[in-house]
């Protein structure tokens, strides 16, 4: 696999990671060449050496947020997602993992409900063609093409995309790596930052470039954010 590497203080180095651990926090892998550990050693003698990285909380529940503090092995914390046969009000309350494509005059707007993260920028940025109340919810031709697309390149979670002239543009211009503790939110990420781990799967058309992840633990679609933490109320007043 070819590396992708990022510009950082004049050096090029490789970008960093996201590891999904089971049932545990996400590991943010800054620095991918191991180093020595200062004051570690092992039985020979030997000094030991590791990647650089830091555990990121994904059950909800850290009292050092958004730091891992070990809380989710307290609490039993799962990742594995309810399905429609764990729902007790029955499979039709389930979002399927559906894009959506809204064909207008001049542009094709395409939506998957199932990892918005509704942070509603849509809504809040061009009303005239994103309205929850209504159905369909997306009209493309209320709207110049330009200014649809302005509004589409800020949902953070990817949910949202464009087509034009038959080309559909998911990613945005190439940005710094970075993720974002959102207010009582998800973590937003972008600038393209590998997501590992066992069973990751995006959903259909989702960007790889930026997306939402579940810091509240209450996802359907863990790891990624499907906007439970509205429904859960959940709280980080440190950040």
């Given at each position: 696999?070819?590396?992708v590497?990022?510009?950082?203080?004049g050096q090029t180095?490789?970008?960093p990671k996201?590891?999904?651990?089971?049932?545990?926090?996400?590991?943010?892998?800054?620095?991918?060449?191991?180093?020595v550990?200062?004051?570690?050693?092992n039985?020979?003698?030997?000094?030991?050496?590791?990647?650089?990285?830091v555990?990121?909380?994904?059950?909800?529940?850290?009292?050092?947020?958004?730091?891992?503090?070990?809380?989710?092995?307290?609490i039993?914390f799962?990742?594995?997602?309810?399905?429609a046969?764990?729902?007790?009000?029955g499979?039709?309350?389930?979002?399927?993992n559906?894009r959506?494509?809204?064909?207008g005059?001049?542009?094709?707007?395409?939506?998957?409900?199932?990892?918005?993260?509704?942070?509603?920028?849509?809504?809040?940025n061009?009303?005239?063609?994103?309205?929850?109340?209504?159905?369909p919810?997306?009209?493309?031709?209320?709207?110049?093409?330009?200014?649809?697309?302005?509004?589409?390149?800020?949902?953070p979670?990817g949910?949202l995309?464009y087509?034009i002239?038959?080309?559909?543009?998911?990613?945005?211009?190439?940005r710094?790596?970075?993720?974002?503790?959102?207010?009582?939110?998800?973590?937003?990420?972008?600038?393209?930052?590998?997501?590992?781990g066992?069973?990751i799967?995006?959903?259909?058309?989702?960007s790889?470039?930026?997306y939402?992840?579940?810091?509240?633990?209450?996802?359907?679609y863990?790891?990624?954010?499907d906007?439970m933490?509205?429904?859960?109320n959940?709280?980080d007043?440190?950040?």
């Amino acid at each position: 696999m070819e590396k992708v590497s990022v510009e950082r203080q004049g050096q090029t180095r490789e970008k960093p990671k996201i590891s999904v651990l089971p049932n545990g926090p996400y590991y943010l892998l800054n620095e991918m060449e191991p180093k020595v550990v200062e004051n570690l050693q092992n039985s020979k003698g030997e000094p030991l050496s590791t990647v650089g990285g830091v555990a990121l909380c994904r059950c909800g529940a850290s009292n050092n947020k958004p730091f891992c503090d070990g809380t989710h092995a307290t609490i039993g914390f799962s990742s594995k997602n309810k399905t429609a046969a764990d729902d007790n009000n029955g499979s039709e309350n389930m979002i399927r993992n559906k894009r959506k494509n809204y064909v207008g005059r001049e542009i094709i707007i395409h939506d998957n409900r199932r990892i918005c993260s509704h942070a509603a920028e849509c809504v809040k940025n061009l009303s005239s063609v994103f309205k929850f109340n209504a159905r369909p919810w997306i009209n493309p031709d209320s709207a110049k093409a330009e200014d649809i697309i302005d509004t589409i390149r800020k949902c953070p979670s990817g949910a949202l995309s464009y087509s034009i002239n038959g080309i559909e543009y998911r990613n945005q211009d190439e940005r710094r790596p970075m993720i974002m503790v959102s207010k009582d939110g998800p973590y937003l990420i972008t600038g393209g930052i590998d997501l590992i781990g066992d069973n990751i799967q995006f959903a259909e058309g989702a960007s790889r470039e930026h997306y939402t992840l579940c810091r509240c633990g209450a996802s359907n679609y863990k790891p990624f954010c499907d906007g439970m933490h509205r429904t859960v109320n959940f709280k980080d007043d440190k950040n």
